[in-house]
């Protein structure tokens, strides 16, 4: 299926590691242009390097902390005039409500809650007038299934997939289309770090995490290509009329109400 990529600018936030990298390389596959940012210019110059060498499209980046005062300005400017735009930077810490302290829960929503948000209204008005575009919110089935255990990621999850609603409610009005995706537990070193964290807790040794992924859909976790194909296909043409609402691809987990 040609999905007639090519040729259009990307700006894909958190995209130096996980889903944000293989983002980074399916759409660049696709020919499309990027912008990247995250904290680190050293993870951004490989991955930079790693894409150049497969890809005969052009990478720019801007390595900045995006909770930082005047960065969201700073990235909408380096990137310029975008197709698209991914947010995914950003990572809420799991915990109860007596385990995260005020401190820790306004830090966790300081780069994903806000900044999609701070994001999405620097980069709507440029789309809008130029004719358009897409905002792709890679949000997390946190906000669906509402575990005590993550208690501030399904909050702060749930926020965003409201909001990718309500924007994208009325967006194809300026031709921009708003739409969220909800991966489960993907191929990257976060589930694994999560496993170990709950196999110390549940088995008693975190080195039986393993085990823990019989209880996952398959008995295993989505593959980055299961998540990433999603994305190219919504932020294509042949996607046109989707807008304001949420893709869940978890294997069911959402539905059944428990991650394990």
Known sequence: MDLNLAGRRVLITGASQGIGAALAH????????????ARSQAKLDNLRTEIAAANRVHVSSTAIDMTAEGAIDQIVTDAGDVDVLVNNAGVIPSGSLDQIDARTWRDGWSLKG???????????????????GVILNNIGSG?????????????????????TRALGGNSLADRIRVIGVNPGPV??????????????SRLGD???????LASFPLGRVARTEEITDLFLFLASDRSGYTSGTIFTVDGGIASRRSVL
């Open 26 to 37: 399916a759409f660049a596959a696709e020919g499309c242009n990027l912008h990247l940012t």
């Open 114 to 132: 806000f900044g999609y948000v701070d994001m999405m209204r620097a980069v709507y008005p440029r789309m809008k007038s130029r004719g358009g």
């Open 143 to 163: 906000g669906e299934i509402c575990d005590p255990q993550y208690i501030e990621g399904a909050a702060g999850n749930a926020s965003l997939m409201a909001v």
């Open 187 to 200: 191929d990257t070193p976060r589930i694994y770090q999560m496993l170990r964290t709950w196999s110390k």
């Open 206 to 212: 975190e080195g039986r995490y393993e085990e823990l």
